[in-house]
T-cell receptor, first 118, second 113 residues
Framework: GAVVSQHPSRVICKSGTSVKIECRSL??????MFWYRQFPKQSLMLMAT?????????EQGVEKDKFLINHASLTLSTLTVTSAHPEDSSFYIC??????????????FGPGTRLTVL | GESVGLHLPTLSVQEGDNSIINCAYS??????FIWYKQESGKGPQFIID?????DKRQGQRVTVLLNKTVKHLSLQIAATQPGDSAVYFC????????????FGKGITLSVRP
């Protein structure tokens, strides 16, 4: 149980284009999902908290107009990197909480999406 | 601000030996802690968790110890195997509707055959 998927696993795009990454909870409903960014040999940095049916909460320093988050259903959240630039190249990882368990604070992570902006 | 940190960046152990990975946290309000394992190019994988009302929890080949007095968390892996080679992160959390994880810096575990 508690499986989270991401799509695509890897994407290469040209500078100035937009890229959408999907995060799905496969066997549970996730009212809350999280988006992280991880640079090589570094830890995970929380970008935003995505709540189903409401606006995302962004961490300090994360541009909400650049990283658009939509959480339209209990099993799907999307992250769109708008007007991507080479410095946005990173490993993007989502996670989800299963509020239906005895450990609702536990986050289960997706496999990550490697974004390379040329 | 408060943060979670790890004492050592790398740890090399012999296959079959026990591994101990340590983590310090600084937020005394944290009441839930998780250890994650991350293999290269993959997302973090849940290993084991512990709540602040406990000081020890055991899983399959893994044990987590929590010392709230000194704000210290450790992960013990028994009979370390090559497949245990990965980066390990500790994370802390304050339970509640708006809870979120704060990750430590990560430590690389390398298992020598």
């Amino acid at each position: 149980g508690a499986v989270v998927s991401q799509h695509p696993s890897r994407v290469i795009c040209k500078s100035g284009t937009s890229v959408k990454i999907e995060c799905r909870s496969l066997d549970f409903q996730a009212t809350t999902m999280f988006w992280y960014r991880q640079f090589p040999k570094q830890s995970l940095m929380l970008m935003a908290t995505s709540n189903e049916g409401s606006k995302a909460t962004y961490e300090q320093g994360v541009e909400k107009d650049k990283f658009l988050i939509n959480h339209a259903s209990l099993t799907l959240s999307t992250l769109t990197v708008t007007s991507a630039h080479p410095e946005d190249s990173s490993f993007y990882i989502c996670s989800a909480r299963d509020h239906g368990t005895s450990s609702p604070d536990t986050q289960y992570f997706g496999p990550g999406t490697r974004l390379t902006v040329l | 601000g408060e943060s979670v940190g790890l004492h050592l960046p790398t740890l090399s152990v012999q296959e079959g030996d026990n591994s101990i990975i340590n983590c310090a946290y600084s937020n005394s309000a944290s009441d839930y802690f998780i250890w994650y394992k991350q293999e290269s190019g993959k997302g973090p994988q849940f290993i084991i968790d512990i709540r602040s009302n406990m000081d020890k929890r055991q899983g399959q080949r893994v044990t987590v110890l929590l010392n709230k007095t000194v704000k210290h968390l450790s992960l013990q892996i028994a009979a370390t195997q090559p497949g245990d080679s990965a980066v390990y992160f500790c994370a802390e959390n304050i339970s509640g509707a708006n809870s979120k994880l704060t990750f430590g810096k990560g430590i690389t575990l390398s298992v020598r055959p």
